[in-house]
């Protein structure tokens, strides 16, 4: 999921919200699914129905990341931990660092699974660590500071990563073994993280229910990247945005990228068919739902209008 963007945002939450201070809803959950050794924490916030952090205001946490509930994870192992996205705010990221260094973490680094807002927004807090991040996202991250630092809410400082990768990068966690594969799926600096264990942290590579059309210029190319995704063979996914129930349990299985084909696919006949526009996301997307790899959730109703109009409206 990327924030709401010109041309394309999300509506805010309908009714009078209640405000919650930013990290007082976070959500600790340690998933079923855990690699051979060591432990995987995902934070996970969002998804509670009235309630918003920042402002009444449309705005790229609430109306993004909150309303549709997001995860970053961590895996620590043997006095280290890898934290995969800093979270939502400085006051989640500080959470996310505090969890980690409690549960035995004396070193720590950071990956950023690409360069959007609700993927960044904390990485100050990890300004003394190292912060990896493929070429790509180091790129982006530079091209759109001016927009990430004056947005709402504005992303300062934004800390730019220290670990540049292209490609791939293998590393350890004290004894486990991780691979960093970058994946043009979503943004074209996606980064997913294979763990032991065939898990995968998938960042917005994938998104329960429906993928959110970032750059719909390039959406044949993210298809087909979504066959590189699948060659890595995980048995668990774990995205960053998803149900908490799946994520707290085994996670997604690998229908999930099957139903992700699915919708793109018929996003990508929307010119051809224009017709296909006035459906709703039920409709739209009944072959993808019914894979059983996906459950409908309301709010993304209005991603789904955002991916149609992107594509209709693309080269």
């Not at 139903?259 to 996003?267: H, Q």
Request: hydrophobic residues 45%; negative net charge; contains cysteine.
């Amino acid at each position: 999921m990327t924030p709401p963007m010109p041309g394309g945002a999300l509506p805010p939450s309908a009714g009078a919200p209640a405000f919650a201070p930013p990290g007082s809803t976070l959500r600790i959950l340690e998933p079923a699914a855990q690699p051979p050794r060591g432990r995987l924490v995902a934070f996970y916030d969002g998804r509670i129905a009235g309630t918003r952090l920042h402002s009444a205001a449309e705005n790229w946490l609430d109306d993004g990341a909150y309303a549709l509930g997001i995860a970053t994870y961590a895996l620590i192992d043997g006095g280290e931990a890898l934290v995969y996205d800093p979270h939502i705010s400085l006051a989640h990221a500080r959470l996310v660092r505090a969890a980690v260094e409690e549960r035995g973490a004396r070193r720590v680094r950071l990956v950023l699974s690409h360069w959007h807002d609700d993927h960044v927004a904390g990485n100050a807090v990890f300004a003394d660590c190292e912060i990896i991040a493929s070429a790509e996202t180091a790129t982006l991250l530079e091209q759109h500071r001016a927009r990430l630092e004056g947005g709402d809410p504005p992303i300062t400082p934004l800390i730019r990563p220290n670990s540049i990768f292209r490609g791939r990068l293998d590393l350890t966690v004290g004894r486990l073994s991780v691979t960093l594969h970058q994946m043009d799926i979503h943004s074209r600096d996606g980064v997913v993280a294979l763990l032991p264990g065939g898990i995968l942290l998938a960042g917005d590579t994938l998104e329960d229910p429906i993928t959110y059309v970032d750059e719909a210029d390039r959406l044949a190319v993210h298809l087909q990247n979504l066959d590189a995704l699948a060659a890595l063979r995980a048995t668990h996914i774990l995205p960053n945005h998803g149900a908490p129930d799946v994520i707290a349990a085994q996670g997604y299985g690998p229908e999930l990228i099957a139903a992700t084909r699915l919708y793109v696919s018929k996003l990508l006949r929307l010119k051809a068919e224009p017709e296909l526009a006035a459906l709703d996301l039920r409709t739209f997307a009944a072959d993808a739902f019914a894979t059983g790899a996906i459950t409908y959730f309301e709010p993304y109703e209005a991603v789904h209008r955002r991916n149609v109009e992107a594509m209709l409206h693309s080269r």
